[in-house]
């Protein structure tokens, strides 16, 4: 997943004094027994036969025309997106996930998502990468154009403690991603020149 966060106008860090580990002194919750991301080992899931292939409300329906994305720095820049179908960004296959609960992987850290990963991620191109770093830059006073708070900007892997993490039950389609794989570990949707997600996470119902 590629994940842009500005607290107060400032890029959130992530090295230094004021890195990951560090984060639980101003947000307590960062410091929770069910934090994110995890490690996933698929021989330590458990099948969970309510996991069926994924029904997603919604995201067969066309974008308005009039989406768009914004930036905030020195100069506002926003940006408008031309309509797409959500579905198109995910995996081919809704069947072969992990499931577990989880937190926001960034300050406050509430432990209110419930995180489901695909077993097989959508990789992109470098020109959608390129395209990607056009959008969220910052400008140096030197008026060079920077993406450094881009790079290496993720939360280290999180203890799983007294989590269970489950896995769909489709098993046709574990069996049949994983060959798809093993032939094409690049993946079919590289060559279709979409931006992919890996993972969809959702607030957690009480």
């Not at 292939?53 to 926003?78: A, R």
């Not at 031309?82 to 850290?109: E, H, I, Q």
Request: glycine residues 6%.
């Amino acid at each position: 997943m590629l994940i842009v966060q500005k607290r107060c106008g400032k890029v959130l860090p992530y090295r230094g004094a004021y890195g990951p580990e560090h984060w639980v002194t101003s947000s307590v919750s960062c410091g929770g027994r069910h934090q994110s991301p995890i490690d996933i080992l698929d021989h330590q899931a458990r099948v969970g036969e309510e996991y069926q292939e994924l029904q997603l409300d919604g995201f067969d329906s066309e974008s308005s025309n009039k989406t768009w994305m914004k930036n905030t720095g020195k100069t506002e820049k926003e940006t408008f997106l031309d309509p797409f179908v959500l579905r198109d960004l995910l995996p081919a296959s809704l069947g072969s996930y992990y499931r577990y609960t989880g937190s926001l992987t960034t300050p406050p850290c509430s432990e209110i998502v419930e995180w489901i990963v695909f077993q097989k991620p959508v990789p992109i191109s470098y020109h959608q990468l390129e395209a990607f770093y056009s959008i969220f830059t910052t400008e140096q006073q030197d008026h060079v154009k920077s993406v450094e708070y881009l790079r290496n900007n993720f939360r280290p892997q999180q203890a799983l403690n007294d989590r269970v993490v489950s896995k769909s039950a489709v098993r046709d389609a574990w069996s049949h991603d994983m060959a798809d794989f093993l032939e094409n570990p690049l993946g079919t949707e590289a060559s279709k020149g979409k931006f992919g997600l890996s993972a969809l996470a959702r607030r957690k119902i009480p």
